[in-house]
């Protein structure tokens, strides 16, 4: 059963940054397209960005593009989301996805973290 662990999170000024890690405990990482979602307080849950198995496919929703970056280790089961410059508007629960098939801003993923809270301030 893969299990996924969300860290990083934090309370943070806006323009500050702020780097997530999520351990994946499979012993075939690699084989998982990864991705990065979030849910603020009273809305629904929505796509971050999103890498393929080999981190030769990126995909950012319109709202990060620029700000954040998604990557993974696969030699170290992990994957992170680079946070940069970081807006009121990027504050809550982040929770890491994973999914052999499933790429990208669908919600199909398979498996999914507990999540960890960003909170920005103005």
């Known amino acids: 059963q893969v299990q996924l662990v969300e860290s990083g999170g934090g309370l943070v000024q806006a323009g500050g940054s702020l780097r997530l890690s999520c351990a994946h405990s499979?012993?075939?990482?690699?084989?998982?397209?990864m991705a990065w979602f979030r849910q603020a307080p009273g809305k629904e849950r929505e796509f971050v960005a999103a890498i393929s198995g080999g981190s030769a496919f990126t995909l950012y929703a319109d709202s990060v593009k620029g700000r954040f970056t998604i990557s993974r280790d696969n030699a170290k089961n992990t994957l992170f989301l680079q946070m940069n410059n970081l807006k009121p508007e990027d504050t809550a629960v982040y929770y890491c996805a994973a999914d052999r098939i499933s790429y990208g801003g669908t919600n199909a993923y398979d498996r999914w973290g507990q999540g960890t809270q960003v909170t920005v301030s103005s």
């Open positions: 499979g012993r075939t990482f690699s084989a998982y397209n």
